[in-house]
């Protein structure tokens, strides 16, 4: 009796964990459960048609000992190092020409912002793939400067800049949080810096950067996340050529696991990936200890 | 005073070549869909000499094949509409819940779910890949792959975008919905989805723009033709057609991109992300 009313007791305190019993599900049945999974997969020969047969850290000295792999590692880290801080350094300049309350400032938010609509899409890197065309747009731009044309998809180290460029042209998101951190920034800080003799340059670095910074870290973490990933890009506009020079690691793992149907071999690939990515994030977090300032703990993320 | 119409000045101009920069490949898109194939890449101007409407009549007869563009633009929206209404559902309960109540084990899983947000989705195709074949949801015509995690609130970055805003409303609200007599999920409903209806709209618009514009998705999980949404569409287009007719393809891409940018468009009046529609 008591045993039954202790417990009816649990239930009525703990009764609101019926709202987040949906993502609760999905987390463990497809988060959790398929992680679990892939690490042991990494440790089999996994082949969807042919069974699946224990080998322990086979494909992990596979890995380190396949110049492709490693090739496109240190690809997909350039890829990261190069797009992310060009993409949020492209946003907070915008962010910045925009945070002023002038006539016809909404269209040109919305100019700015409009690219960013399609996102990752197909379309977008199909739009890509003709402007940089050997006889496409961009040459017949730089011919008209009398700049020499270049073969951008042939040329091995052209190429990854294409995409890097498609990536920082899409800067609308980061461009969005960076404007409304700008705009909490009280006016009297700025305004205190300014009679204090800083001009606009010296106000960014020692004010408002600072004041933002918690922002600027989220996005650079979930910006070298999504950089690490970057798939559609290179699928659509390169195929990973010219001979591997845009292969990133996702194209790796999509065919390895999909075209050779090496699951065991992917999964192995996928949690390289994922160490890879938390180093990152660790090391972001760690920075962010020593340089953010946070207003009110918790900050943005 | 000279000083600021000087710095007003060198703001719009800066302002202005951005703008040229950013909008040039949209409307060299839409020009070039406009151009015969022999014209389309002779000059890098926008407006085309000798418009032909070749292109976008093209766009609409199919490769032959099951498949079609309007066809692919129906099933891409056959995902994305129930997708988005059951993230919008899923997604509100759970922040709801992270936000305003308490229960056993709360802490682990409030970082359980920001962890999600930097797990890499790339590491989940291979297992989650396996998972479908096993459930036999591999080219469900219900596209239960692309739908089922969604709906139980998958996509981490909106929940957590909804809970900063669950929490931007006073609890005094809740408190007085609470004396009046409603129960929670009444004081969700009645006081606190209206509250949040911009932010509720930014959420639909987001994952509707991700639905549309994913690839892998379908491409892992979509095998029959006549199943095929847009994303895919588009990718068999341009390697059916790439060398002879670019602006068929081009036309493609520019149809699928209007209704994106009118959803765009259209939204935009209803959200503020600023202000959240909260006065104190």
Redesign the interface.
Known sequence: MKQSSANAG?IR????????L??????L???A???L??LI?GFTDFH?FRGMHKTGLMNYIQIMHDPDVLHSIALTVKFACISVPLRLCTAML?AL??N?M?RGIRL?R???Y??S???????AA??????F?D????N??LT?LHLPAMTWLADSRAALWVIILLRV?EFGAPM?MFL?AL?QIPNDLTDAAKLDGAGAVRCFFRVRLPMISSVVFYNL??GF?TA??E??AP??ITGGGPRGATTL??LL??RS??TENQ?GY??AL??V??LL??AF?AAFLLLRRKLVYDPDEGGA? | MRKTAKS?LL??I??TA??CI??Y??L??LG?TFRSNSEI????GILPLHPVTEGWQRAFTSYGGQISLLKALRNTYLIAVPKVLLTLL?VT??A???A?????GKKL?TV???A????????????????F?HLGWIDSPQYLPLI??A????DTVL??MLIQFFRGIPRTYDEAARLDGCN?LQTLLYILVPLLRPVLISVGVLQL??T??D??GPL?YVKTPARYPL??Y??LS?DADTGFA?NR??A???I??LP??LV??IA?RFMT??TGGIKE
Do not use: D
């Open positions: 649990f305190r703990n009764r609101h964990f019926l709202y987040i949906p993502w609760m599900l999905g987390f049945i497809f988060r459960f398929p992680m999974y892939s997969c969807l915008a020409l925009l002023r002038i040109f919305t100019l700015y409009l690219p609509i399609l996102g990752g899409s197909v379309a199909v739009l890509w793939k003709a402007m065309r006889h496409g747009t961009v017949a731009i008209a042209w969005l409304a705009q973490m979930l996340c690490l990933q798939f559609n699928f659509v690691f996702s793992l999509y696991a999909f699951m992917a999964c996928a949690w990936l994922f990515s938390a994030s993320a | 007003a703001r719009y800066l302002l951005g703008a950013m909008i490949p949209l060299w898109l070039a890449f002779a000059s890098a899923s309960l759970t709801y819940g992270f305003r109540f308490s229960f056993a899983l359980l779910l920001l999600t947000l930097f797990l890499p989705q790339t590491v989940l195709y291979v297992p989650q890949f396996v998972l074949h089922v995690p709906a139980l609130a998958g929940v957590v929670s723009l991700w549309v514009n690839y892998m892992l994303s895919v588009i990718k341009m670019w393809v081009l493609v891409c520019c699928a991109m994106q940018i765009y468009f935009q992300p600023e």
